[in-house]
């Protein structure tokens, strides 16, 4: 477990918004206990821990990282979305947008939470990470173009997020076995031969 990941050592001023319960506090922390392995905001009206037991947060993602539950009296995490539900954002937020040059920690901060806790949950749900799940729907997309228009390759890749032609190309061939340019050969032969087959018919 990393520093980051740990919390860290409430300050007198933070210390205090917990003994008082202070409900203005809320949202500019969390404070975790130790001894009960649960998280929860400033204003929680649970009895008031030991302050040596305490480590605090700057939002529940992390302290769920780092291995908190959030508490059932507070709910320091309610505003937070189900995990499927959050997952399906993230991918409609990359299936909107993977024409942009997306990192992890912009996906992370257009989906609120933390590039480390975004991507296991995704990959617990979805089987792939978010770079791989971002990296199929490029490619997916220059499949697309590839079978609908006669755009040149490099103008393709641009479209499809990938605007490196030669990666583009690189990747595309080792996820389909093909060339971009194959694959439009390969793509248009086999529709004529359809036609010739419904014509010959
Ligand atoms: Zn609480």
Redesign the pocket.
């Known amino acids: 477990m990393n520093e980051r990941a740990s919390g860290r050592v409430p300050t007198d001023e933070e210390w205090a918004a917990i003994a008082a319960n202070d409900e203005e506090a809320n949202g500019r922390f969390l404070y975790a206990i130790r001894t009960t392995g649960i998280y ?2 400033p204003s ?1 009206k ?1 009895r008031l821990p030991n302050r040596s037991n305490v480590t605090v947060f700057d939002n529940a993602g992390q302290a769920a990282e780092a291995g908190y539950r959030s ?1 059932k ?2 709910k ?1 995490a309610g505003e937070r979305l189900p995990d499927e539900e959050w997952v399906r954002l993230i991918a409609e937020y990359i299936d909107a947008h993977y024409v942009e040059p997306l990192q992890l920690q912009t996906i992370a901060d257009a989906c609120h939470g933390s590039p480390y806790h975004l991507q296991r949950t995704f990959k617990r749900l979805t089987g792939v990470t978010p770079t791989v799940y971002l990296q199929q729907a490029r490619l997916q997309a220059a499949e697309r173009l590839l079978q609908k228009t006669d755009w040149p390759i490099a103008e393709i890749g641009q479209e499809a997020g990938l605007p490196n032609t030669a990666y583009f190309i690189t990747l595309f061939k080792s996820a389909t076995g093909v060339t971009p340019a194959e694959y439009r050969k390969n793509f248009a032969a086999e529709r004529s031969s359809n036609d010739n087959e419904v014509t010959n018919r």
């Open positions: 929860c905001k929680c649970s508490c009296r507070c320091p």
